[in-house]
């Protein structure tokens, strides 16, 4: 295997020079360039990325830690990450938590023994006093989820209002027995959705007979077995709160297939607005999300903090919501026109 030396001896230059090529140094002169480039290219030398990177004492790569990276929302927000984190040469690590406390700090260590230069954190599983140490090795952002007492930069969403929007759209559709779906009640997200929630029910308390509640529902089989719940109630709701395009997606084709006509027996409003959202039969009404303007400002502040070093600082961006209506809540829509 061919080492700089060897590069440095082919083009009759020294180690330093070859080294300085190599990083990009800038006054170092085009001829020397040009000769440093055939020799590599003649020795099949490739320079030692992670070599480099530890000299600057930066790894140029994040982690992101996301719950579940078949959730659509989340390959989305994957996605976009990484399409904004190449512009400024950096590369993602992308780590699965699959909600286990335990997991996600394992992959918090990534932070202490310097192997990424910062955390994306786009759910939080932990109490924040677990955490907060590991601002000691470099910057933490929370995206989509929220820590009251979590002094460290939050991009999120208004999920507050854009729950309230959607509960606002089944209460005006005539509906008086709702039920509130939901991951898990630990989550911000969760809580600010049913803050949502609970804030249109209040607004027509006069015309809400009944509403019910069912955590620990993330995925279209979830969503099957929400039906199956809701089928045996004494109560049955007419109109559900999903949560998530997948769940919704899980609750309506389970009730298509116990000859449930949706929306007329059932209406139910999803989240995330994903390509779900549009082939299930009838389309969910949904919650849009701008994930990648949120992706964005996350590796934007991200990087900031790289740079400055201010890990220990709160700073709030939130991003509004809008509620896309679509055949699960409405049967004609003509009449929305």
Avoid at 6 to 32: M, Q
Avoid at 125 to 151: R, S
Avoid at 204 to 222: G, P, R, S, T, W
Avoid at 271 to 278: I, M
Wanted: proline share 4%; with cysteine.
């Amino acid at each position: 295997m061919s080492t700089i030396e060897d590069v440095a001896k082919l083009a009759g230059l020294s180690r330093t020079t070859v080294s300085r090529v190599i990083n990009n140094h800038p006054y170092v002169s085009d001829d020397k360039k040009k000769r440093v480039a055939v020799a590599m290219d003649t020795l099949g030398f490739v320079p030692n990325s992670a070599a480099r990177r530890l000299r600057k004492q930066k790894a140029e790569t994040i982690a992101v830690l996301v719950p579940r990276v078949t959730n659509p929302f989340f390959s989305k927000l994957i996605e976009s990450l990484e399409m904004a984190a190449s512009e400024y040469k950096y590369k993602l690590i992308i780590c699965q938590t699959r909600y286990l406390p335990e997991k996600e700090l394992e992959y918090l260590q990534l932070l202490a023994t310097k192997q990424v230069d910062g955390i994306i954190l786009c759910s939080l599983q932990n109490k924040w006093e677990h955490v907060e140490p590991y601002l000691e090795h470099g910057p933490i952002v929370l995206c989509n989820e929220y820590a009251e007492e979590a002094k460290i930069p939050t991009v999120k969403f208004n999920q507050i209002e854009g729950a309230y929007e959607a509960t606002k759209h089944l209460l005006e559709q005539g509906h008086r027995r709702l039920l509130f779906c939901s991951g898990s009640e630990q989550s911000m997200v969760v809580q600010h959705r049913k803050m949502g929630f609970l804030r249109a029910v209040a607004e027509h308390k006069l015309q809400v007979e009944y509403m019910e509640f069912i955590e620990n529902a993330y995925d279209i089989e979830d969503g099957r077995r929400v039906f199956h719940t809701i089928s045996h109630m004494n109560k049955i709701p007419t109109a559900i709160f999903a949560g998530g395009d997948e769940v919704a997606a899980g609750i309506i084709s389970e009730a298509k297939r116990n000859l449930w006509h949706v929306p007329e027996q059932l209406a139910v409003v999803g989240f995330d607005n994903q390509l779900l959202s549009e082939i299930t039969e009838p389309a969910i009404t949904t919650v849009c999300q701008p994930v990648d303007k949120m992706a964005y400002k996350v590796i934007e502040v991200m990087m900031d903090k790289i740079v400055t070093k201010r890990y220990r600082h709160k700073e709030i961006y939130e991003f509004d919501l809008e509620l896309v209506v679509k055949g699960s809540t409405v049967k004609n829509m003509m009449m929305l026109a």
